[in-house]
């Protein structure tokens, strides 16, 4: 999933604004006297499921999966009473906004999706980024009007956060995001300086149901940090789709000096037990640096969330 964000963004940003206009212009709508929408105006936009008709003001918004109910907050779309987490998790994940939370029930949505308790929600519209799965693209129309999408298709998540803005009319949320975000990445270029030219990061995670690791950069929220910041990335990483590595292979991660993973992605003590996970030199440096799973899930928060792990991280790790 490598890609300079703002270029894949803006190459496809045109086009979707394009469509968006001409199809909403087909679409109903209806204001009131002062010129505000009127509480039940729709507009039709398409997707990339077709074409669908969505409230132009959502009053109760659901997101089908975690990411899609911080893009929600961020475009400031009021959310529906409950929302959904994954299972691995007790409550929301932290980076997300405890005011625009307050009040929201949570119930267990992912891996497999709770239609009762969605449809218990009562949205009146629904965020799926879940769109790989055709079932759930074509359940979900039954409880309230969706904006399908799939999130998990290899481009950066920002792609689908600014297609999502457009059809939702937010395009001023969403670029007030990218710039909140672009003048944090000024900030800790800054604070670090060229005290990071020598670093060369690689990302490992255990080889699952196996004793090797599986090393993938391309695209991936842990990553697309590091890149922005001008840190070199291990080329093994970058390579589409990753590899993975036998422990006899092990030394082609020698050129890197520093490797993120992300805790409970698998079971890493076959892996840190081997000898040559041990020979590695970013093992014996120390210099393996861990990030929660929840901030591996790219969206408008957990993005900014990952930048100050990260900033933290590298001032730790540079001495600065």
């Known amino acids: 999933m490598t890609l300079s964000p703002r270029s894949r963004i803006k190459s496809t940003a045109l086009a979707a604004i394009v469509s968006v206009a001409l199809i909403a212009l087909a ?11 009127a509480a039940d105006a729709t507009r039709t936009v398409d997707s990339a499921f077709g074409e669908v008709t969505i ?11 975690t990411t899609d109910v911080d893009v929600l907050i961020t475009l400031g779309i009021p959310l529906a009473s409950a ?10 994940p932290s980076y997300l906004s405890e005011a625009a939370l307050e009040g929201i029930d949570t119930f267990v949505n992912f891996p497999e999706v709770n239609y009762e308790a969605v449809a218990a929600a009562e949205p009146d519209f629904i965020l799926n980024s879940l769109g790989y799965d055709q079932e759930i693209v074509d359940r979900l129309p039954d409880i309230a009007p969706t904006y399908s999408l799939d999130g998990f298709d290899g481009q950066d998540w920002r792609v689908h956060f600014e297609e999502t803005a457009i059809a939702l009319d937010r395009v001023e949320e969403f670029e007030a995001w990218e710039q909140t975000y672009e003048q944090r990445l000024d900030e800790v270029r800054t604070r670090i300086g060229d005290q990071a030219q020598d670093l060369v990061v690689t990302v490992v995670y255990p080889e699952y149901g196996g004793p090797g690791i599986q090393t993938i950069c391309g695209g991936q929220t842990l990553c697309s940090v590091y890149q922005e910041l001008g840190i070199e990335i291990l080329p093994l990483s970058e390579q589409d789709g990753g590899v993975i590595l036998s422990p006899e292979q092990f030394d082609q991660l020698n050129d890197a000096n ?3 993973t992300v805790s409970d992605y698998g079971d890493m003590t076959a892996l840190t037990g081997s000898e040559a996970w041990q020979r590695l030199p970013f093992v014996q440096n120390n210099q393996v640096l861990e990030y929660d799973l929840e901030l591996s899930f790219g969206s408008p928060s957990s993005q900014l969330a990952l930048l100050d792990e990260v900033e933290n991280d590298l001032i730790a790790l540079l001495s600065l």
């Open 27 to 37: 679409g109903c709508s209806a204001t009131t006297p002062n010129g505000e929408p």
């Open 55 to 65: 409230p132009t003001e959502p009053q109760a918004a659901l997101g089908i999966y």
């Open 83 to 92: 929302q959904p987490i994954r299972s691995e998790f007790d409550d929301f």
């Open 258 to 260: 520093v490797a993120l």
